[in-house]
């Protein structure tokens, strides 16, 4: 069935967790959130309604960001049974677990500019991902976080090394999307023990790589946004990131837009950060005023150096 919600999620207890009080957005944070929500409802014809608690509700309020939405729903928990600051995503399982329409989820710094084919398979994702056995950042080797064995007693073997990006995921069957979530809170709930070593693999092991064998036991076609595989970065033979045998160049210019990796890298470079948001901006001009409208008012409530406007 094709999906009715372009579904978004902004939860605010990971941050917060990790002592970031502060509801501030950078301006192309604030350019992405309004692009995205622009681009699923002119496109792909979905109706973007945005999950998250009570204080990041205030926030969207107070900006004007809510108007980029048809519909905001601030049910997400303020206090939950795990650690926010380690399954910093574990939001998405909870909006998935409330939605009632079939969704489209997308990531709140991604952006699709043409209309996505969801015919022909029961999940769709942004790309598959290859898993080496060096990484020791984002996916170390599950034996280090599953000491309770979870996996294996649950599915009866080992995991594989694949995973699946869900910066982008639709579920066909919302009953089978739901099952997902409700495993992967089983799955965390059963990590009962974090090592400081690997602390940023946990929310991958349960979210992505898992999403990579739950769909295999249920026996799931996947699409995929993006062909081949992407080799992460390999420190101890020196390479970089890529894509193999992948249309990646091809869908970047067709019109997808992911910021996460480039984020990091310009993170706190502010003019590298300001010319972003001049071409987030300036491509997209009928969308200009209400940006910079939420950038002022962001500004204005919350503080933090922003571009001259």
């Known amino acids: 069935m094709r999906p009715t919600k372009a579904l978004y999620v902004d939860w605010y207890m990971p941050r917060k967790r990790r002592g970031v009080l502060s509801k501030f957005k950078k301006p192309w944070e604030i350019a992405m959130i309004i692009r995205s929500a622009h681009f699923s409802r002119e496109v792909n014809g979905l109706s973007p309604v945005l999950y998250c608690d009570p204080e990041v509700y205030e926030y969207y309020k107070e900006t004007g960001l809510d108007r980029c939405f048809d519909e905001v729903r601030p049910v997400l928990p303020t206090e939950v049974d795990f650690d926010p600051s380690i399954f910093w995503s574990a939001g998405k399982f909870l909006a998935i677990k409330d939605i009632e329409e ?19 398979c029961d999940v769709f ?72 070593a690997f602390e940023r693999g946990y929310i991958l092991l349960a979210e992505q790589r898992y999403l990579y064998e739950f769909c295999k036991d249920q026996k799931m076609e996947v699409k995929t946004l993006i062909s081949g595989l992407y080799k992460p970065e390999d420190k101890l033979r020196k390479t970089k990131c890529y894509f193999e045998d992948s249309d990646i160049e091809e869908i970047s210019e067709k019109g997808f837009l992911h910021i996460w990796g480039f984020k990091n890298k310009i993170h706190n470079l502010e003019e590298e950060e300001q010319i972003l948001f001049g071409e987030l901006i300036s491509s ?20 933090g150096e922003t571009n001259n406007l």
């Open 102 to 120: 079939n969704f489209f989820m997308i990531d709140l710094d991604a952006e699709v500019r043409f209309e996505i084919d969801f015919s022909e």
């Open 125 to 196: 994702c942004s790309h598959i991902e290859d898993i080496n056995d060096n990484d020791l950042i984002y996916y170390p080797n599950p034996e280090y976080l599953d000491h309770n064995r979870y996996f294996s007693k649950t599915y009866g073997r080992e995991w594989e090394n694949k995973a699946y990006n869900t910066s982008l995921l639709y579920f066909k069957d919302l009953n089978k999307a739901k099952e997902y979530a409700n495993e992967a809170l089983n799955f965390i709930a059963s990590i009962d023990k974090i090592d400081p």
């Open 284 to 303: 997209r001009l009928n969308l200009k005023d209400h940006i910079i409208e939420c950038v002022k008012k962001n500004r204005e409530l919350y503080g």
